[in-house]
């Protein structure tokens, strides 16, 4: 199959939805320039103009308002945001008026809109450029929370977002635009709410959210080399979240870490800590262990990121303590660096 | 000349009495909802609604009565909303702040200051996509004009010129505090008119001034495609929230109320309707009309079943 990358597989995926239906448009600050969202939005002005891509005043908050007024009268938006830091700024949007539209209305009305919102880190991004806050949209009723971490589940699961009759937040790790994948021409859907193995294993279960799935695979190899053969789970979407899929996979290597993307205390790990010993406690020969960033805003210098932010090594280290393995020599081991292609700026 | 005149005073009247009742029952705490009372604006929504088409849509806040009642004309699902019935609105869910009536064109109302304007520019901007011809009001009070949303929002909906009249219902008080003390310029309506739209301004109770002044905004809005911003004074009868007044707390006077209380709306267009010779028995009748039925719905929502608590999960998402 062809091999597309996952920036690719974002525009296509929204290329193919407006052909289809004429209700959705994309918009957002600096949609349309000549960035265009870090090339995630190509072809969509010049396909189909103005009136359906196109750029804001620098409102989050408001124009996030507007897409709920949008989405309620007939149109289909898909908001976009190139930080997630300044999503916030539309947290009363999101926590005080979409999220509740249904509801308040008896479930007459859906709220067809999504929001696109980049998340990353790197190269000095520091503390207002690096959030990635998943869990605190997941916290709250009457939203959908979409990571996609493979090309495939980008382009399907959006448009399974852009098809869907409400609020989606869709979370996309900017290290992830340049990774490759087998991605089908043919439009489809990936149903939200249905996780993937990306890796069978049978010693211990790692389930790992967006970036953190590239460092839970890369750490999966080298264990595997050692003989431990890592079970790597990417629920894909938080909320809804399938429990199942974790559960089975517990069940059989009786033993669980979560690798975030995000920092740990009320996090989403935690989550999936709890539904673990809830639901499966008997089968857990050690207690789960969470991995991810430090309890601190991110730092700028390098040397001080790469302590805030976990990697393969950091999910070496916690399978050899819960296996009780003797530590294995990571010296020859060249880890992931995003400063071997990008030279910023972001 | 004289039916638009009945029918703005059927509008005030229904919105006044189905208030009263409210005032009647509450004590009775079955209705166990906040109620933001609108007694005192009965002009201002009544005569924007009129001027409106039918299908033209509208939004408004937690101090909404008497926008749904001037948009639905109805109270049986209202009452049931407010006794938390499952013949409600919403089943319950949303009680007094959260009213809409999708189908009649209110799309909802928000217990957030100014949250609803950013939504109503959006409702207009597909509106506008969709070349219906639909116009959008949204409805605040001047507590909105404090919050940075309501700038965004004017600021993009005359950057993209979309169909939308912005209605301030100015009754000077943020829940108890004064515009003077929250506000950093004179006139709101100077700084409007400084974007790209269409400023219309009135301090009246009389319902007919309102109504012509929507309908003259309409027409320009139709001329330029420019949005209005309209800015009507009025006096909030009662206390921020609840039935009862509050002049006893003394951040205002009885007097001051007593000065509105004199042009009090309800009873000028009735008076109008005379002076129109309207007959006193015609009056009478209407009035007895909407009096029984609101009676009648009443008695419909205490009747009513709540709905089984499995309720409680549903319409998270949209019910397919």
């Given amino acids: 199959m062809r091999m597309i990358t996952y920036c690719d597989a974002l525009n296509e995926a929204m290329l193919q939805e407006m052909e289809r239906d004429d209700s959705i448009f994309v918009y957002g600050i600096g949609v349309p320039d000549h960035k265009r969202i870090f090339d995630s939005t190509c072809n969509i002005l010049e396909k189909f103009g103005s009136e359906r891509c196109f750029d804001t005043p620098l409102a989050e908050d408001s124009m996030t308002g507007f897409a709920l007024g949008a989405a309620i009268n007939g149109l289909r938006p898909i908001h976009i ?112 709410g249905k996780g993937n193995i990306v890796r069978k294993g049978k010693d211990l279960t790692i389930v790992a959210t967006s970036w953190m799935n590239i460092e839970a695979l890369h750490a999966a190899k080298i264990l595997s080399d050692h003989g431990v053969e890592i079970e790597i789970i990417d629920p894909r979407t938080i909320s809804p979240l399938d429990e199942q899929i974790i559960i089975e996979s517990v069940k059989k290597t009786k033993h669980l870490i979560v690798a ?87 | 000349m004289k039916s638009l005149n009945v029918e703005l005073y059927r509008k005030m009247y229904l919105i006044r009495r189905a208030e009263e009742k409210i005032q009647e029952h509450y004590h009775e705490d079955e209705m166990k909802t906040p109620m933001h009372m609108s007694m005192g604006e009965e002009a201002i929504v009544a005569g924007v609604c009129h001027a409106l088409k039918e299908d033209d849509q509208a939004f408004g806040t937690y101090r909404s009565h008497a926008l749904y009642l001037a948009k639905t004309m109805e109270t049986d699902d209202f009452f049931a909303e407010m006794y938390g019935k499952s013949t409600g609105i919403a089943r319950g869910k949303s009680g007094s702040m959260h009213l809409s009536a999708i189908n009649k064109g209110l799309l909802s109302c928000s217990a957030i200051v100014a949250s609803n304007i950013p939504v109503a520019v959006g409702a207009a901007f597909a509106n506008k996509y969709k070349k219906n011809g639909k116009k959008v009001a949204v409805f605040f009070g001047d507590g909105a004009l404090d919050e940075g949303i309501f700038w965004e929002s004017l600021n993009s909906a005359c950057l993209m010129k979309v169909p939308v009249i912005f ?106 309707l005379i002076e129109l010779s309207v007959g006193e028995e015609y009056i009478e009748e209407i009035e007895k009309t909407i009096d029984s039925s609101i009676s009648q719905s009443i008695e419909r929502a205490q009747k009513a079943p709540f709905s089984d608590t499995s309720e409680v999960y549903e319409g998270v998402f949209k019910c397919e």
Avoid at chain 1, 141 to 160: E, F, Q
Avoid at chain 1, 276 to 296: D, M
Avoid at chain 2, 179 to 202: H, L, M, P, Q, W
Wanted: aromatic fraction near 12%.
């Fill in chain 1, 81 to 192: 945001h190139i930080r997630m830091d300044f999503l916030l700024l539309a947290m009363n949007q999101i926590a005080n008026m979409i999220s509740s539209f249904s509801y308040g209305c008896g479930g007459k009305q859906g709220v067809p809109l999504v929001i696109r919102v980049v998340i990353g880190r790197g190269w000095g991004q520091g503390f207002q450029h690096s959030k990635s806050m998943h869990a605190a949209f997941a916290h709250i009723p009457g939203l959908k929370v979409v990571l996609p971490t493979s090309p495939s589940d980008a382009k399907g699961l959006l448009i399974a977002s852009i098809r869907d009759n409400n609020p989606v937040i869709f979370i996309e790790h900017r290290w992830l635009y340049w990774q490759k994948g087998e991605v089908q021409e043919e439009p489809y859907e990936i149903p939200i």
């Fill in chain 1, 260 to 346: 975030d993307n995000d920092w740990i205390y009320c996090g989403f790990g935690s989550e999936v800590a709890a539904i673990v010993s809830e639901k499966c406690f008997g089968h857990l020969k050690a207690p789960v262990k969470r991995i991810g960033f430090a309890q601190v805003p991110c730092p700028t210098a390098r040397h001080l990121e790469n302590k805030f932010y976990p990697n393969a090594e950091t999910v070496v280290r916690e399978v050899e303590q819960m296996l009780g393995l003797s530590r294995i020599d990571l010296s020859s081991e060249s880890f992931y660096s995003h400063e071997n292609r990008f030279k910023g700026p972001f």
């Fill in chain 2, 167 to 272: 209605v301030c219902e100015d009754n000077d008080f943020a829940v108890h505090t004064r515009r003077k003390c929250r506000t950093g310029y004179d006139s709101i309506c100077d700084v409007a008119s400084k974007f790209n739209c269409n400023v219309f301004s009135e301090s009246t109770t009389d319902v007919n001034r309102v109504y012509n002044l929507t309908s003259e905004a309409i027409r320009v809005m139709d001329e330029n495609q420019k949005p209005c911003f309209m800015h009507f004074r009025y006096y909030r009868y009662l206390e921020h929230v609840g039935i009862n007044e509050d002049f006893d707390a003394g951040y205002r006077s009885k007097e001051e109320y007593l000065q509105w209380f004199k042009k009090d709306p309800v009873a000028l267009q009735r008076a109008s």
